[in-house]
């Protein structure tokens, strides 16, 4: 199965780690200006009136752990894959590790649009953000 892991240390406590991938005023600042939801056991990811990336919640331990089916909008040969995302928030020391792991099993499109500067200026901008409290400001490539 084709697998995505990232695995990166921040310098915040674990709760703030949580926050920044659970509450839509931080993913805004981050994540491609999208602001994340959750509701009825679903998540969404809009930008405006745009739906960006939905899924259904399918494990949620609270500062710790958040897994979801992930299927992307913004690109029409993504709409029909439904992939894998599980994020891990975990104490260590002064720092938190956070693993995110994106599992494409029968999802190419899906893998090349996330695997291409995707989900690295997306946890990029994350550990940024948390560290200095300024987003990242990230150009295309070229």
């Known amino acids: 199965m084709p697998t995505q892991t990232y695995e ?5 406590a674990p709760q703030q780690v ?3 991938i659970t509450r839509p005023e931080h993913t805004e600042r981050y994540f491609f200006g999208t602001r994340v939801a959750f509701e009825n056991g679903r998540i969404e990811y809009t930008a405006g009136p745009q739906l960006v990336v939905d899924g259904e919640v399918l494990k949620r331990e609270n500062g ?4 979801t089916t992930w299927r992307i909008h913004y690109a029409p040969a993504c709409a ?4 894998r995302v599980t994020w891990r928030v ?7 590790k956070l693993t995110a792991i994106h599992e494409l099993d029968g999802a190419p499109n899906t893998a ?3 695997g291409t500067n995707g989900w690295s200026v997306v946890l990029s901008g994350l550990k940024t953000l948390l560290e ?9 490539p070229g």
């Open 18 to 20: 949580w926050d920044a």
């Open 64 to 67: 710790r752990e958040l897994v």
């Open 132 to 140: 200095t409290g300024t987003p990242l400001v990230v150009g295309q």
């Open 80 to 83: 029909s894959e439904i992939s």
């Open 90 to 96: 975990e104490p260590r020391g002064e720092a938190t």
């Open 8 to 12: 990166l240390f921040i310098r915040a």
């Open 112 to 114: 090349e649009s996330v």
